[in-house]
């Protein structure tokens, strides 16, 4: 069965701080593992990685994929209030996405 | 930025009546899918849907749940007898052939009474 793990389940730490949330999987036709950050409804799309060992960057986020220990991770530097989010690791397969079960974080002021 | 649209945004029905959840994707896109997300749990996967014909169903797609798209716009999930346990956020994704992300609209809460 396709699995899909994140960790920490939830994370508090203060504006400033710099941050890892970590994913891990197993998945029958591997294509692509997507982050999405989810605040009060839709995820929406951060990254979509492919091929391991290429981070991928946007601003203070960035996201690395390592296929062959079957794990991403999701860094955030310079943390602000306002990336307060469930963030959401997502595995691609050949028809669907299998979801983890979501990172709560928390950035306190 | 193109998006995907969903409505209504929230809708509340009795137990035992039928539901029409309407999405339409990004215009482009040929790629649909439905999920779902239980307050609290994870988004699970119900339906993909590319060529006018389902491509791949979750377990919990079974026969109260069908996906229909009417007019080239519109992609519909519709649920024949719903259940209190289909209460739910439900959330309408789509992309494009070229493998990109998906999309997902803002869902519909779905309140079963």
């Known amino acids: 069965e396709d699995k899909v793990v994140q960790s920490p389940l939830s994370l508090v730490v203060h504006e400033g701080d710099t941050v890892t949330l970590n994913c891990s999987y197993e998945v029958t036709n591997f294509r692509s593992l997507l982050w999405y950050k989810q605040e009060k409804k839709a995820p929406t799309f951060l990254f979509m990685l492919t091929s391991s060992g290429i981070e991928k960057k946007s601003g203070r986020l960035s996201s690395i994929l390592d296929k062959k220990e079957l794990f991403s991770i999701l860094n955030i530097t310079a943390t602000q209030t306002g990336d307060s989010a469930i963030y959401l690791c997502a595995v691609g397969g050949a028809q669907k996405l299998v979801f983890g079960q979501g990172t709560r974080l928390t950035i306190n002021p | 930025e193109p998006e995907v649209t969903q409505t209504p945004s929230h809708q509340v029905t009795q137990m035992g009546q039928e539901v029409i959840l309407r999405c339409v994707p990004i215009?482009?896109?040929?790629?649909f899918y439905w999920y779902r997300q239980i307050l609290g749990q994870k988004v699970e996967f119900l339906v993909s849907f590319y060529n006018n014909e389902i491509s791949e169903k979750s377990e919990i797609f079974d026969d109260q749940f069908s996906v229909e798209r009417p007019d080239g716009s519109n992609f519909t999930l519709k649920i024949r007898s719903t259940k209190l346990e289909d209460s739910a956020m439900y959330f309408c994704a789509s992309r494009s052939t070229g493998g990109g992300g998906y999309t997902f609209g803002s869902g519909t809460r779905l309140t079963v009474v």
């Open positions: 215009s482009n896109h040929l790629y």
